[in-house]
């Protein structure tokens, strides 16, 4: 079946380590997006990429890194200089980059907790 | 500037009962497009409706409908007879045309919980 797949589910990092979180889709989209979301809180953007071998920052994108090598993966690096990491990151893709008339797919989501 | 504001953070009703959530959205653009998205609790978001700006019919699908008002800037979500599966944190959101159109400008999400 299509769709997108995120990996780990749960995630734990020590404070000053990186850590990677998947993002893979089937779904043939060109756009993929990363948000996070805090309790009670909508989803803030991080990184948005349109094409393959492009991307751009979001809101939030300092503390965080991506790649987008392939069309069908867009990972998620979360570096020691992100203070505040814990949260549920979402990730998402949509046939085209621009979400004005266009419905966006998400992944199920990786909690990272820092212990 | 933009913004989605869902006043409610948390609504309880017992099953069958009809229940609203508001949505309250603020642009300067008189192109744009709302959202709502539902987030059960596996984490993932599932698209319900978009509309835009032109288009202020109601739509209706099954137990759900949508009350789009441009002149209260509303988007207001019913369900009607609910059911516990229905429970589940939902949020508006919103894209306009312009610069931004890459992005979706999320409220903070209303959490629905239907008793059996």
């Known amino acids: 079946d299509g769709g997108i797949t995120q990996s780990p589910k749960y995630l734990f990092r020590k404070e000053g380590q990186n850590v990677t979180l998947s993002c893979e889709q089937n779904l043939n989209h060109d756009a993929m997006y990363w948000y996070r979301q805090d309790p009670g809180q909508g989803l803030r953007l991080i990184y948005y990429s349109q094409i393959v071998n492009d991307f751009q920052k979001g809101d939030i994108a300092e503390g965080y890194s991506v790649s987008r090598e392939k069309k069908e993966s867009f990972p998620l690096t979360v570096t020691s200089a992100q203070k505040n990491p814990t949260a549920f990151y979402l990730c998402?893709?949509?046939?085209?980059?621009?979400?004005?008339?266009?419905?966006?797919?998400f992944g199920q989501g990786t909690r990272l907790t820092v212990v | 500037a933009q913004k989605v504001t869902q006043a409610q953070t948390e609504i309880s009703v017992v099953e069958k009962e009809d229940v609203t959530l508001d949505c309250v959205y603020e642009?300067?653009?008189?192109?744009?497009?709302l959202f709502w998205y539902k987030q059960p609790p596996s984490g993932e978001l599932v698209f319900l409706i978009r509309?835009?700006?032109?288009d202020e019919q109601n739509e209706i699908s099954g137990r759900y409908s949508w009350n789009f008002q441009k002149s209260t800037s509303s988007f207001n979500f019913t369900i009607t007879a609910s059911q516990v599966v229905d429970s589940a944190v939902y949020f508006c959101a919103l894209s306009e045309a312009g610069d931004s159109n890459y992005q979706l400008i999320w409220g903070a999400g209303t959490k629905l919980i239907i008793k059996p």
């Open positions: 998402a893709s949509s046939i085209k980059g621009q979400l004005l008339n266009t419905e966006a797919f």
């Open positions: 642009t300067r653009d008189t192109t744009y497009y």
């Open positions: 509309r835009n700006s032109f």
